[in-house]
């Protein structure tokens, strides 16, 4: 199982829903950046389980616990070392599923891949718990790229069949970005809030879920950063971000649609403009050959319907070897978009450190200062 993810900084993820913790170690980091815990805290808060009727009622603290990497606020240059600690599982309500393969869930896979020997309670390490300390990381990688004017920020694009107002790719600004930070459903069109909680309360009571498109921006990355075929930006921002559960594609600037478009209309015509080079449009999400061009990097993340659905299901019993039915129990999402929500802001905010890490060089990153 390979839980590693970056090639010069390094995230690797460990725990299971149900044990005693969840946590990360982040290699590669350099010293002396500082590290504002507040922040942290903010950012952990937005994936925590909410009120709303959209969300689990599991009510985990999400407290952070930093066991190295990080002294009197600032970063050591060693690894960073975090743990989130389980105090409201209740492994009780998995007991009657020991032996039912959840539809849409990890359950068969999982079970051929390790032989019965993983921990199915709360789906163990598939579990979307495990993005937990993903937004630990994001928060530090996020803090370090604002020292360089580089902010990432997500709207809800869509929920069922009901959409918001695409972002203008063109001109997205620091202050929208971080407005939507601040939302628990961040939408650019206000009222979209309410027809998503409608959808999703209808959902619920139907004993069902939904999923939705998360579209993503970010602003501030300058031209020619990244390398063609497998290094590419698209390439490494998409291996992250299909590394969070539930995600099921990736398209960056009008990706399926520009097939719609002749080539004349996809193609982002450049203009000179106060001595620095724009596109008019940013059709092709503010990359090229794999190449940032400076434009914003826009991109939508497709969420599935939350698998866990109380309506009754036909399945496998594998201990009996027959055909079954099951309702899952427990304490689930109707739907997870709105907690995908800064778990994909923390994962592109990881995959854009590791890329300009990789182009600058530790020593020329710090210059940068």
């Known amino acids: 199982m390979s839980s590693v993810f ?17 946590g990360v170690v982040i290699d590669g980091l350099p010293s002396g950046f500082d590290i504002d815990t507040e922040y942290i805290s903010r950012e952990m808060g937005r994936r925590k389980p909410s009120a709303g009727v959209y969300s689990t009622r599991r009510n985990e603290a999400d407290e952070v ?5 990080i002294y009197k606020g600032k970063t ?3 690894p960073v070392g975090a743990i989130i600690r389980n105090n409201d599982s209740l492994s009780r309500d998995y007991d009657d599923l020991e032996n039912l393969l959840r539809p849409g869930h990890a359950d068969f896979s999982g079970l051929i891949r390790y032989k019965g020997y993983n921990d199915k309670r709360g789906s163990g390490h598939f579990s979307g718990r495990l993005t937990a300390p993903v937004v630990f990381a994001g928060a ?3 803090q370090i790229l604002s020292e360089y004017d580089i902010v990432i920020g997500s709207h809800i694009d869509s929920i069922y069949d009901t959409h918001d107002i695409r972002f203008d790719s063109t001109q997205i600004t620091r202050e929208q970005l971080n407005m939507l930070r601040s939302m628990d459903i961040p939408v650019n069109d206000r009222s979209c809030r309410e027809a998503y909680l409608e959808i999703i309360d209808e959902a619920r009571k139907n004993l069902d879920s939904v999923g939705g498109i998360v579209e993503t921006a970010i602003i501030g990355v300058s031209a020619g950063i990244g390398s063609p075929l497998f290094d590419n930006i698209e390439a490494k921002l998409s291996s992250i971000l299909f590394s969070i559960p539930a995600v099921k594609g990736v398209e960056f600037g009008e990706g399926f649609g520009i097939t719609r478009l002749y080539g004349s209309q996809a193609n982002d015509s450049f203009y000179l403009q106060n001595e620095n080079i724009y596109t008019k449009t940013n059709n092709n999400g503010g990359i090229n050959g794999g190449i940032t061009n400076g434009m914003p990097i826009v991109f939508r993340t497709a969420i599935k319907p939350t698998s866990s659905i109380a309506k009754e299901q036909v399945t496998v019993d594998i ?7 099951l309702k899952v129990k427990g304490r689930h999402d109707t739907c997870i978009v709105p907690r995908a929500v800064p778990v994909i802001d923390a994962a592109a905010a990881i995959a854009i450190l590791d890329i300009l890490f990789d182009h600058y060089g530790l020593e020329g990153f710090n210059k940068g200062r």
């Open 140 to 142: 530090i990688a996020a």
């Open 319 to 325: 201990k009996e070897e027959r055909n079954a039915k």
């Open 6 to 22: 970056g090639k010069n900084i390094k995230i690797s993820v460990f725990g299971e829903s149900h044990g005693r913790a969840i």
């Open 76 to 78: 050591t240059g060693t």
């Open 65 to 69: 616990e930093i066991l190295s990497g």
